[in-house]
C-alpha cells in the first residue's frame, strides 16, 4: 500500500476510472468461461473448448493481428478486460488498485482513461509485431498496467510502498516507489531475456514496453508543470522581506 492512498481515497468520488477497469475485468472474468463459475460453459473438454474459442475472440494473435482486418485491429483493445486465470486476474488487479489511484488523480479521469488503453493497446502491438509469426493468444491488461507503473515512478518515485516478497518469507518491507519499481522492471527484463529463448510464455516484452512508454509520457507530460511550479516557488521566494 501507499502513504498518500488515504487522501486519494478521501477524495470527492475517489478514483472512478481505475474502480471501473477493476470492476469491470473483474465482471468479465467471472460470467466468462475461465473463471469456471458459470454451468452454461460445460466441464472437462467441453469447457476447454469454450475457453479455447473465448481467447481466440477476444485476445490478440500476433499472426493475425499484422494481417490488419478490422476485427483484429480492435482485439488489443479487448485483450486488456480477458484474462487467464484467477492468478493473472488478482494479480493485475492489485497492482492496478495499489498504483493507480494516484495516477488518475494527477491526469485527471479522462486523460487517464486514455492513457491506459493506448499504452495498453501499443503494449500488445509491440508484442505482436515481434512475435509476428506467433498463433498463440494475448489477453492481460498487464501492458496498460504496466505503463502506470512507469508513470508512477516518474510522478511519485519518492511515495512509499509496502510491499512483500517471497524470498523473504512474505515479510512486509516499505521502500520508496524508485526502489520497488527499478526492481520490478529489471525483474521483467531477465524474466523476458529467459522468456524469449525458451518459447512463448508470459509477454514481458508487453510490460517492459508498457512500463516505458508509461513513464516517457508522464515526464513528457508533466515535466513542464513541474519546472513552471518550481519556478513560481523561486520567484515567490525572492519576493519574501
Known amino acids: ?3 498518500r492512498w488515504k487522501a486519494v481515497r478521501g ?8 474502480y471501473g477497469a477493476i470492476g469491470l475485468c473483474c465482471l468479465l472474468f467471472l460470467v466468462g468461461p475461465v473463471s469456471g463459475l458459470s454451468t452454461s460453459y460445460g466441464t472437462g473438454g467441453t469447457l476447454l473448448t469454450a475457453q479455447t474459442a473465448h481467447f481466440e475472440r477476444w485476445g490478440v494473435i ?3 493481428l499484422l494481417e490488419g482486418s478490422p476485427r483484429t485491429l480492435l482485439t488489443p483493445l479487448t485483450a486488456l478486460f480477458v484474462h487467464g486465470s484467477w492468478l493473472h486476474l488478482l494479480g493485475n488487479m492489485l497492482f492496478l488498485h495499489v498504483f493507480g489511484a494516484m495516477v488518475e488523480e494527477r491526469m485527471g479521469r479522462l486523460e487517464f482513461a486514455l492513457f491506459y488503453l493506448v499504452c495498453g493497446y501499443l503494449a500488445l502491438l509491440a508484442y505482436a509485431a515481434a512475435n509476428a509469426e506467433s498463433g498463440h ?7 496498460a498496467i504496466s505503463a502506470v507503473l512507469g508513470a508512477f515512478l516518474c510522478l511519485f518515485p519518492r511515495t512509499r510502498v509496502t510491499s512483500l516478497y517471497p ?15 527499478v526492481f520490478w522492471f529489471v525483474l521483467q527484463w531477465l524474466a523476458e531475456a529467459q522468456n524469449s529463448s525458451s518459447g512463448p510464455g508470459v509477454a514481458y516484452l508487453a510490460h517492459l514496453v508498457g512500463f516505458g512508454i508509461g513513464f516517457l509520457y508522464a515526464w513528457g507530460r508533466f ?4 519546472r513552471v511550479k518550481a519556478q513560481t516557488a523561486a520567484t515567490e521566494g525572492e519576493g519574501q522581506p
Open 1 to 3: 500500500m501507499i502513504d
Open 11 to 18: 477524495a470527492a468520488t475517489g478514483p472512478v476510472v481505475t
Open 62 to 64: 500476433p499472426n493475425e
Open 137 to 143: 493468444t494475448l489477453v492481460g491488461a498487464s501492458g
Open 167 to 181: 524470498f523473504l518469507f512474505f515479510l512486509p518491507l516499505r521502500f520508496p516507489a524508485w526502489i520497488v519499481l
Open 223 to 226: 515535466r513542464q508543470a513541474a
